[in-house]
């Protein structure tokens, strides 16, 4: 078999990625324009890709393929409905980052709350040296401990973030889905745990029903002393809300790690928030460890090599 990874340079150069079996032939680019992918890919029989978009019309004319490997948990980048159709299998990814995105999660969360960025910035500027006592303190300080977490997304990572929070003293709500009729035993609901949350955190996936479930009625409803966390996928958030809510002090904070457009063009609206003290964007790292990127590598050649070998059969 044939087996072609249209977005390997989305991965360090370090993190191996193991022919699992001598049958199998694997090709590697490091990356693939949308014009470029029928042709790398028209006689594979596998594909592997992280978040290269493969739409119908491309999945078409590939008359071999077999599998698609998401090297990634979202599958948004995949026309699944066609590969149901034309009985194409497609597997991603779980569970490798599950240690990342909750300390990733965390470093944003900590910044926000101890006004790091503005402290470790004002020391390379000097201000430290030219202080008149021991230390300086131009940026207000809060703790998280006794301080309510809405947690939206249940999953591992959601589970994994709770277990963190506790240990730094903070109390979790679940949040159960946004215009639920009913609200499940140990969950809150959407709108409660919205108003009452001091800190709000996305882990969920992005679908259709969910999608800016997080806009301007939300923002509105939040606690001008709440922080809100998007670890997630950047169209959860309605970003021109987020600005509007940032700038004109709706809310205390945020941090990203998403966007709805990524890589992010200079001309994205969350630029405008850059030099914005309370808010930080980082670059759709929070599931990049080396320890759960190479945890995802083992976990995906796991899979192809489980395929080729019941096919086999």
């Known amino acids: 078999m044939k087996a072609v990874f249209l977005d390997r340079g989305s991965f360090p150069s370090y993190i191996q990625f193991n022919v699992p079996l001598d049958s199998l032939n694997m090709v590697e680019y490091a990356h693939t324009e949308s014009n470029k992918i029928v042709e790398r890919v028209a006689d594979a029989d596998i594909i592997l890709v992280n ?45 490798y980052s599950a ?24 020391v390379k500027k000097g201000k430290w040296s030219e202080s008149t006592h021991f230390c300086f303190l ?48 140990g969950r809150i609901s959407f709108d409660e745990g919205i108003k009452t949350a001091d800190i709000i955190t996305l882990h969920c996936p992005l679908t259709e029903e969910n999608r800016s479930l997080i806009s301007k009625k939300e923002f509105l409803e939040m606690k001008p002393s709440a922080l809100l966390l ?11 809300a987020l600005i509007e809510a940032i700038t004109t002090k709706e ?18 609206p969350l630029n405008q928030l850059s030099a914005y003290p309370n808010f930080i964007l980082t670059p759709h790292v929070a599931w990049a460890s080396d320890e759960a990127m190479q945890t995802l590598s083992d976990l995906a050649m796991a899979q192809i090599k489980s395929y080729i070998l019941a096919s086999a059969k």
């Open 230 to 240: 998007n670890v997630s996928r950047g169209g959860l958030v309605d970003e021109h």
């Open 251 to 268: 809310i205390l904070g945020a941090a990203m790690d998403v966007a709805t457009v990524e890589p992010m063009p200079k001309e994205h």
């Open 138 to 185: 131009d940026h207000a300080i809060k703790d998280l401990a006794n301080s309510t977490m809405l947690i939206i997304g249940g999953g591992n990572i959601g589970q994994n973030v709770a277990r963190i929070a506790n240990a730094f003293g903070i109390t979790c709500l679940f949040a159960e889905r946004k215009n639920a009729l009913t609200v499940r035993e």
């Open 51 to 95: 978040k290269t978009i493969l739409t119908a019309d491309i999945l078409a004319q590939c008359d071999h393929l077999k599998m698609i490997q998401i090297m990634a948990t979202g599958m948004n980048n995949v026309d699944l409905d066609y590969c149901i159709e034309n009985n194409i299998l497609v597997k991603n990814v779980s569970n």
């Open 99 to 122: 240690n990342s995105v909750p300390e990733h999660t965390f470093a944003l969360l900590l910044n926000l709350k101890r006004n790091l960025d503005s402290y470790i910035s004002d």
